[in-house]
């Protein structure tokens, strides 16, 4: 049986005293929540001082990005190994914001992946289409694309040590969300796809949903057979909402 996975993706949000309000808010939810795993992604200068805040919790962080490389002349990157070192366990890869704001494409991606699997943290690779790509009945099409790239880099037992992240673009930051039955037909595509390669890692591997999850859609979205959890953005900033999303995956 998969434990439940409730990540907050904070993005490009925060101040010191935010942060600190934030952790507090969550912290006793998420420490009641023994059968589900918590973990935010703060943006990387506030690494340092969420891995203080949770060190007592059983609240787990990672970064929103990582470089490919571990040091060197990288003006303004940030090494897998510099977000190990503060006790990170995860990081994000393969956004769509990375993808479309910072001309990341498969390759790059599955590029960090393997960089932050051989530096000891677990990538949440985000995976998803785009609006005109689901009107054009191209969805499955896509997210086999982008885990394809990363497979034939990494190996498919690579993935058995990850999370996927299913995010449909369309449904990002739009307050738009996807039915539970429609997420449910792609987690079920991407797991059916995995078992053709790996029955081992279909298995394991957690399959979030991304997408304007709040805490009134989580139940159902959570309470479908693929659906492992979520990636969670703005209704992560909102210590009510993040709880209730807590709440729903119990």
């Known amino acids: 049986m998969r434990t439940p996975l409730v990540m907050g993706n904070w993005k490009l949000n925060g101040t010191k005293e935010s942060v600190a309000t934030l952790i507090k808010g969550i912290e006793s939810a998420a420490n009641a929540a023994t059968n589900v795993e918590v973990a935010v992604c703060p943006p990387a200068i506030f690494i340092e ?4 805040l949770t060190a ?11 470089s490919t490389n571990v040091a060197g002349a990288f003006t303004g990157e ?14 994000l890869v393969g956004h769509s914001e990375r993808r479309q704001y910072h001309n990341e494409t498969d390759a790059v991606v599955a590029a960090k992946f393997v960089a932050i699997q051989e530096n000891g943290l677990i990538p ?3 995976i998803g289409e785009t609006l005109e790509e689901r009107e054009t009945d191209k969805t499955f ?10 497979v034939e880099v990494a190996g498919i037992a690579a993935l058995e040590n990850s999370v996927i992240a299913y995010e449909p673009v369309w449904a990002i930051g739009t307050g738009k969300v996807a039915t539970s039955e429609q997420a449910q037909e792609v987690h079920a595509h991407i ?3 995995l078992k053709a390669q790996s029955e081992v890692v279909a298995e394991k591997v957690q399959i979030l949903y991304g997408g304007s999850v709040k805490a009134n859609s989580a139940k159902e979205l959570f309470a479908q057979a693929d659906i492992d959890g979520g990636l969670v953005g703005g209704a992560a900033l909102i210590i ?3 709880v209730g999303i807590i ?3 119990k």
């Open 141 to 150: 099409a896509v997210v086999e694309t982008q885990l394809k790239a990363v």
């Open 191 to 193: 797991r059916s796809w």
């Open 124 to 126: 949440v690779l985000c």
């Open 56 to 66: 007592d919790s059983r609240i787990e962080f990672g970064a929103q990005d990582v």
């Open 78 to 91: 940030t090494s897998p190994v510099m977000v190990k070192e503060f006790g990170a366990k995860y990081s």
């Open 247 to 249: 709440e729903g995956a």
């Open 240 to 242: 009510e909402e993040f």
């Open 49 to 52: 001082q969420v891995a203080n």
